[in-house]
């Protein structure tokens, strides 16, 4: 098991839904370069962090820690292609989804009460 088994992920992951690094940062409430940190294997991100990111990213948590057993090496950009749903959204539709997912119950249901509003006045 290598050392950056998470850092790997954590790239694989986050290229693979088309956000910058900035995107996440920003839906984490951190600094880039933390973030950065996390990618490149210089920190490992906390628990309550991988649970966050395992959210922005829609998948499990565990998804994003090592493996004790060598898996069949196939990348994650492999299983991901231009038909996902998350690749009919716009990079802006993706940065907002990101930052939506670490909101809590109260705060996803400001944004949608707020985005219905400023629907109707368009409509």
Same mark, same amino acid.
């Given at each position: 098991?290598?050392?950056?088994?998470?850092?790997?992920?954590l790239?694989?992951?986050?290229?693979?839904?088309?956000?910058?690094?900035?995107?996440?940062?920003?839906?984490?409430?951190?600094?880039?370069?933390?973030y950065t940190?996390?990618?490149?294997?210089?920190?490992?991100?906390?628990?309550?962090?991988?649970?966050?990111?395992?959210?922005?990213?829609?998948?499990?948590?565990? #998804? $994003?820690?090592? @493996?004790l057993?060598?898996? =069949? &090496? *196939? %990348?994650?950009? /492999? !299983?991901?292609?231009?038909?996902s749903?998350?690749?009919?959204?716009?990079?802006?539709?993706?940065?907002?989804? #990101? $930052?939506?997912? @670490?909101?809590?119950?109260? =705060? &996803? *249901? %400001?944004?949608? /009460? !707020?985005?219905?509003?400023?629907?109707?006045?368009?409509?």
């Amino acid at each position: 098991m290598s050392k950056n088994d998470v850092s790997d992920k954590l790239r694989e992951y986050r290229e693979a839904c088309a956000l910058s690094q900035q995107q996440v940062a920003d839906a984490l409430n951190i600094e880039r370069s933390t973030y950065t940190k996390y990618e490149t294997g210089k920190t490992e991100p906390n628990l309550v962090t991988l649970v966050k990111l395992a959210v922005i990213f829609n998948v499990s948590p565990e #998804a $994003l820690l090592p @493996v004790l057993v060598e898996p =069949e &090496k *196939r %990348s994650l950009r /492999e !299983t991901i292609t231009a038909d996902s749903p998350i690749f009919q959204l716009s990079k802006d539709e993706r940065g907002l989804i #990101a $930052l939506y997912r @670490v909101l809590d119950k109260d =705060e &996803k *249901r %400001s944004v949608i /009460e !707020t985005v219905s509003n400023l629907a109707k006045k368009q409509g």
